[in-house]
């Protein structure tokens, strides 16, 4: 477990520290760590629907549901603000752990709206987190401002850690502590964490689907939602942008880009955003095009036989490891080919290699669903469109155009 703390007073139960997740790149919900191969997120009941009813076909494109936990607010003497979490029978069977309470400290500046973690946190957060740790140590105590940009309109390069998840997190703890009291519980998902196997997780996130607003927008976000897929790639490629990291051997930190970046982006900036996704700053990941784009295909697959579902606002996740075997690498001006290999890429070791996974279904209907008052026919088209047109650019980078 991470960060065993003391029992809480008459709880008997051994706490949990619940901490940032540190390889968070988008969405706008916090996503903590429960323990090495866990997350947790707050409960949004058309998610959890969505993880109830999951066709056995997609279960290997999500992540595996854990259960369920129950959180609530706490302020200890020292002005520190606690979340604290008793995971229900279920979630304790799932996890293989009976432990209670779990409990996250985050010091809040005095008299400022702007709360922020302290180095010494911070760094124990990363120290403690996942593989790939130390990259993340330097300048760990987040800034009020991290989406400057500088005169032309471009975001500083981020080499330290990525800041996103931090971002996320401190909004959530001031949005739950100045509307909730500290008795309120407020119910998290617990899910897989599906990048604790790599050791330097490069992780792309995109937002799937011409279209984000969930059949219940009001008309105000209605407009607001369909203005951005307007204004971005959503609409032309079906698919953009929504957060990235990736490892940079050159300079030993990830290189870091967020989904303002990516509303910002060209057809062609999207295309030239792929290849720096796989590109460790010395070297172009030739190695990874093809179990990538074999993984994508397999979910086109699928997609295609999920009648009704509608995924809107959810995320693609592409995942590979930045420490990379030298011999499948080429530089960065060659033209690139798939190479041959004698197994299969999704099996063995290549299997691990990438992953690909469907993330966050807070809007995601389907026929059946608890939440759901409207019925949609046929497939997701518009998440189909965007599929194809992320692998044609993959396929398009493999042969060098």
Not at 5 to 20: D, I, K, N, Q, T
Not at 315 to 327: A, T, V
Not at 364 to 390: A, M, Q, R, V, W
Request: charge should be positive; charged fraction near 20%.
């Amino acid at each position: 477990m991470v960060g065993q703390s003391p029992l809480e007073p008459g709880e008997g139960r051994a706490a949990v520290l619940l901490e940032p997740f540190v390889h968070q790149v988008g969405g706008h919900l916090s996503l903590l760590q429960y323990d090495e191969h866990t997350v947790c997120k707050p409960l949004v009941a058309q998610e959890l629907s969505f993880y109830e009813s999951l066709p056995l076909a997609m279960r290997q494109f999500t992540p595996q549901y854990k259960g369920i936990v129950s959180v609530h607010l706490r302020r200890d003497s020292l002005g520190n603000l606690a979340l604290l979490a008793s995971p229900s029978l279920q979630a304790a069977s799932a996890m293989g752990d009976s432990s209670g309470a779990v409990w996250h400290r985050h010091r809040r500046a005095a008299g400022s709206e702007g709360a922020k973690w302290s180095h010494t946190q911070l760094t124990k957060t990363c120290k403690d987190s996942c593989p790939g740790k130390m990259l993340l140590r330097t300048d760990l105590q987040y800034c009020t401002d991290p989406l400057l940009e500088d005169a032309n309109g471009n975001q500083p390069e981020r080499k330290s850690h990525n800041p996103w998840g931090l971002h996320c997190h401190r909004q959530h703890l001031n949005r739950l502590s100045s509307k909730h009291n500290e008795n309120k519980l407020h119910q998290f998902l617990l899910l897989e964490n599906v990048v604790s196997k790599y050791s330097y997780p490069c992780i792309l996130d995109l937002k799937m689907g011409t279209r984000q607003h969930g059949d219940d927008a009001s008309e105000e976000k209605r407009a607001r939602h369909i203005r951005k897929c307007q204004q971005s790639t959503s609409a032309s490629l079906g698919v953009r942008i929504g957060g990235m990291q990736v490892y940079q051997a050159d300079t030993g930190h990830f290189l870091c880009k967020d989904k303002y970046y990516g509303r910002k982006l060209s057809a062609e900036g999207f295309r030239q955003t792929l290849r720096q996704f796989l590109s460790n700053g010395n070297q172009l990941r030739t190695e990874l095009l093809e179990p990538i784009v074999l993984r994508l295909k397999a979910l086109l697959s699928v997609i295609r036989k999920q009648s009704s579902y509608r995924f809107y606002s959810s995320s693609l996740l592409i995942i590979y490891d930045g420490q990379e075997h030298k011999e499948h690498t080429a530089p960065l001006g060659n033209h690139l080919h798939f190479p041959r290999t004698n197994c299969t890429p999704l099996q063995g070791t290549q299997h691990s290699r990438v992953d690909v996974r469907m993330i966050d279904f807070a809007h995601t209907t389907f026929k059946g669903s608890k939440c759901n008052h409207t019925t949609h026919d046929g497939p997701d088209h518009g998440y189909i469109f965007g599929l194809e047109n992320l692998i044609r650019i993959l396929q398009s980078l493999s042969e060098g155009k």
